[in-house]
């Protein structure tokens, strides 16, 4: 076997860099289930969605058909900041393991938001700002999207409002200064900006807030705002498209130096980063060019994918947005307080959904401790301190590769890396004092999640 | 003009790394002056250095002849995990500026330890490897050394002792989390785990500690305990060596793309990473072959440069180091508490000190309400969130930017942007605020400063 020299990182030339986004939905027979109208329970069509979302965006969303979507030079240019995000041979980890597997990693955490949020914000921003909008709302929980936003808008020259959980805008103060740095206005949500926020700080004088409060506080100001719209920074179909960059680049990367992954394992929260980066992958696999493992590694707090039913649900705990079908432990559900704060979602994108229930794609779930443990181990060996959310797919990434020692096997794991940990030092500081504990859902809480979910005809029944 | 298109970064292939440190002492006329014993006030031999050093780390800081160090094989290794750091051309700033100016930067702030202070700490951790010590001590103010250290001795499998200045330990609990991550044991100075630290614990019992404190009890730790040395993160010659790789890494990526940099600029604290960036064009310079203008930039509140003293001092507070020359404030001398950590050193290197006294270099101060304002405009255009001190270099190379603006001149201008600034965010909260104030040292305090260096016959007389 005369095989290429492959270096610690990869990274593409800038000529080699994507031109497009890659749209997996074209090659899907089975499309993901359409966004539906809670109230008349029809789908949504260009027109509603277009009082929340940008045009463009819209357009993309609805987009089942178009393979390949042109990424717009000035997003490219945008891109050119802070991307190609190497791909690494993770060499000094497979040696620390003593494992005969391969192991790659895509790092997308190479820009000041941290993790891959960036490259759907720049998107988002730049079609909110060619529409001539003023600027765009959006909520954040741990902060990551919103930097990512604040960030892209800043460049753009865009106004951004970012709606901050209570807890976190003041447990997380320095992730609020990023973006107030970047010039975005962050307010603690629920405020008394939004008719919902005093709304629910009348009823809840002592809240803390969460994200579904947000994400209605937000939506709210955009649409009662002229020349505002709102954007969200996972689950929907455009959010997967943007993220598609990311499997786009490896797979450049990977098939200039022959490397064929034989698994393909991300952490799934609401879907971007695991989407994104299996998206070409999966496309050759849909048209049955190729043959890879898709692994979605989940919290066993939050367990959409492996303890979820598929079916039609909110998109928020607010339930201001529309439905949509998707594996959902019901957007009632409240998960335990794991660190992965990105990954504490009810739902699951549609598209990944759909994957999932036609047998596309594996999944599984982790429990934090051991989560933390990879980390650190990780940590120590590659460099890099990853964030928690990242960490679920490293403890994956790590098992298949001892599985690869016990039988011997040579095989390739690919896993993204979406991010790092340094506004995360409070989780692990409670693992470096073994403080840290588990937790798994009882079937009676799901169950009461479950209970959430609308009823209507062919839904829950 | 044909002008090779300039990619917005530019990363040298592997097989294009440097493999040789350089040492640009082998090349200045007027040699540093060596350390003193301060009780003989004769150089420091090699048998007095190694009581505290590793050899070899010893040996490198004693040469001043061998022009080219060949980096080890293990240490290359390691490099390549978070290198070649990026050139960056600043296309963005420079159209947000409208200067005819071309504006670069070397980026090292890709790596968890979030500056470049990793190029040294993988050094000096791997020779005390090599010596077959046990461990290594060190002390930590902002926290970035010991970060860099902990990740070395992590991947080397080496003791890291990590002396943290209490109020920083008690202020910055996410760099001292990052550090334990990595296996460091980290203690709060002054400590009860040794004689200085009990003795200044009972002289002063609600201290918050000091830089020099936290040396005064890492160099005991390492003298007193078998298999220990002391290892330093700025100042000493052997940290400017393994800094050079800096600029020499910078140097082939430029002569790459045919660019000469008219301005080079760096921010200066102890000099590590202003002497790793200018160190290969210094030596054109030294040896004729090329002129280039170097600026170091100092903060206001602590101008050792600008209106320092060139005389032998102490390099630390407790006065328990060998006597360096170079230009001081006095060992004494508090500066105020300027948000730039790594930049509130009283001295500066000895080879930088000679090349400014021998009219080489140039020296300015800054405020940092200025720094804070470029940091803010830098991050919103450029996307990286710059740490306070690189932020230094950034204020001038925007104001040397400025200039050609005015003049119209085309000028190639070159910075070091040597971290990020992700745990500087009460920094930045301040600023945000407009809380940030200025504080210029007066005369008099100054000369309080240097009535603390030593007195004798050729010094300070």
């Given at each position: 076997m005369s095989e290429k020299k492959i270096p610690y990182k990869i990274y593409l030339e800038e000529s080699e860099m994507p031109k497009d986004w890659y749209n997996v939905r074209a090659d899907m027979k089975n499309k993901p289930a359409p966004l539906l109208n809670?109230?008349?329970?029809?789908p949504m069509t260009a027109e509603e969605l277009g009082v929340v979302f940008c045009e463009e965006l819209v357009r993309q969303e609805l987009d089942n058909d178009n393979r390949y979507i042109e990424i717009p030079q000035k997003i490219r240019d945008f891109y050119k900041m802070y991307r190609p995000a190497p791909l690494v041979r993770a060499y000094c980890l497979e040696e620390k393991l003593q494992t005969p597997a391969k192991i790659y990693y895509k790092f997308e955490g190479n820009n000041t938001s941290g993790s891959h949020k960036l490259n759907s914000a720049i998107a988002q921003a730049y079609y909110a700002k060619e529409q001539g909008l003023k600027g765009v709302t959006t909520e954040t929980g741990a902060g990551q999207w919103g930097t990512a936003l604040s960030m892209a808008c800043a460049y753009l020259d865009l106004d951004c409002k970012v709606y901050m959980v209570k807890c976190s805008y003041e447990q997380k103060p320095f992730r609020r200064e990023v973006m107030r740095t970047y010039g975005a206005s962050v307010t603690p949500s629920p405020s008394d900006t939004t008719e919902v926020g005093r709304k629910i700080l009348a009823e809840h004088p002592g809240t803390t807030g969460s994200l579904g409060c947000a994400i209605s506080e937000a939506v709210e100001v955009a649409t009662h705002t002229e020349g505002y719209r709102y954007v969200l920074g996972s689950v929907l179909n455009q959010v997967l498209l943007h993220q598609s960059i990311i499997g786009v680049e490896t797979k450049i990367a990977m098939d200039k130096y022959g490397i064929k992954p034989d698994i393909i394992i991300g952490c799934a929260g609401g879907g971007s980063n695991l989407g994104g980066l299996i998206s070409p992958f999966m496309g050759e696999k849909l048209r049955g060019e190729a043959d890879y493992r898709f692994i979605a590694v989940e919290p066993a707090s939050c367990p959409s994918l492996t303890r979820g039913v598929y079916a039609y649900d909110f998109c928020d705990t607010g339930m201001v947005c529309p439905l949509a079908k998707m594996y959902t432990l019901g957007s009632g559900f409240i998960p335990s307080a794991n660190h992965a704060g990105g990954l504490r979602y009810h739902g699951m994108s549609s598209v990944l959904s759909q994957l999932y229930a036609d047998g596309y794609m594996e999944a599984c779930s982790v429990e934090q401790t051991s989560v933390f443990e990879a980390a650190e181990q990780f940590a120590r060996v590659e460099g890099i301190l990853p964030a928690p959310e990242s960490s679920h797919a490293i403890r994956v990434a790590i098992d298949e590769a001892m599985k690869c020692k016990e039988t011997g096997e040579e095989k390739t794991i690919l896993f993204g890396l979406t991010g790092t940990g340094y506004f995360d030092m409070y989780a692990y500081e409670k693992f470096n004092n073994g403080d840290m504990s588990d937790y798994i859902p009882t079937d009676e809480e799901l169950q009461a999640g479950f209970d959430g979910i609308p009823k209507f005809p062919g839904n829950m029944e």
């Amino acid at each position: 076997m005369s095989e290429k020299k492959i270096p610690y990182k990869i990274y593409l030339e800038e000529s080699e860099m994507p031109k497009d986004w890659y749209n997996v939905r074209a090659d899907m027979k089975n499309k993901p289930a359409p966004l539906l109208n809670p109230a008349t329970l029809k789908p949504m069509t260009a027109e509603e969605l277009g009082v929340v979302f940008c045009e463009e965006l819209v357009r993309q969303e609805l987009d089942n058909d178009n393979r390949y979507i042109e990424i717009p030079q000035k997003i490219r240019d945008f891109y050119k900041m802070y991307r190609p995000a190497p791909l690494v041979r993770a060499y000094c980890l497979e040696e620390k393991l003593q494992t005969p597997a391969k192991i790659y990693y895509k790092f997308e955490g190479n820009n000041t938001s941290g993790s891959h949020k960036l490259n759907s914000a720049i998107a988002q921003a730049y079609y909110a700002k060619e529409q001539g909008l003023k600027g765009v709302t959006t909520e954040t929980g741990a902060g990551q999207w919103g930097t990512a936003l604040s960030m892209a808008c800043a460049y753009l020259d865009l106004d951004c409002k970012v709606y901050m959980v209570k807890c976190s805008y003041e447990q997380k103060p320095f992730r609020r200064e990023v973006m107030r740095t970047y010039g975005a206005s962050v307010t603690p949500s629920p405020s008394d900006t939004t008719e919902v926020g005093r709304k629910i700080l009348a009823e809840h004088p002592g809240t803390t807030g969460s994200l579904g409060c947000a994400i209605s506080e937000a939506v709210e100001v955009a649409t009662h705002t002229e020349g505002y719209r709102y954007v969200l920074g996972s689950v929907l179909n455009q959010v997967l498209l943007h993220q598609s960059i990311i499997g786009v680049e490896t797979k450049i990367a990977m098939d200039k130096y022959g490397i064929k992954p034989d698994i393909i394992i991300g952490c799934a929260g609401g879907g971007s980063n695991l989407g994104g980066l299996i998206s070409p992958f999966m496309g050759e696999k849909l048209r049955g060019e190729a043959d890879y493992r898709f692994i979605a590694v989940e919290p066993a707090s939050c367990p959409s994918l492996t303890r979820g039913v598929y079916a039609y649900d909110f998109c928020d705990t607010g339930m201001v947005c529309p439905l949509a079908k998707m594996y959902t432990l019901g957007s009632g559900f409240i998960p335990s307080a794991n660190h992965a704060g990105g990954l504490r979602y009810h739902g699951m994108s549609s598209v990944l959904s759909q994957l999932y229930a036609d047998g596309y794609m594996e999944a599984c779930s982790v429990e934090q401790t051991s989560v933390f443990e990879a980390a650190e181990q990780f940590a120590r060996v590659e460099g890099i301190l990853p964030a928690p959310e990242s960490s679920h797919a490293i403890r994956v990434a790590i098992d298949e590769a001892m599985k690869c020692k016990e039988t011997g096997e040579e095989k390739t794991i690919l896993f993204g890396l979406t991010g790092t940990g340094y506004f995360d030092m409070y989780a692990y500081e409670k693992f470096n004092n073994g403080d840290m504990s588990d937790y798994i859902p009882t079937d009676e809480e799901l169950q009461a999640g479950f209970d959430g979910i609308p009823k209507f005809p062919g839904n829950m029944e």
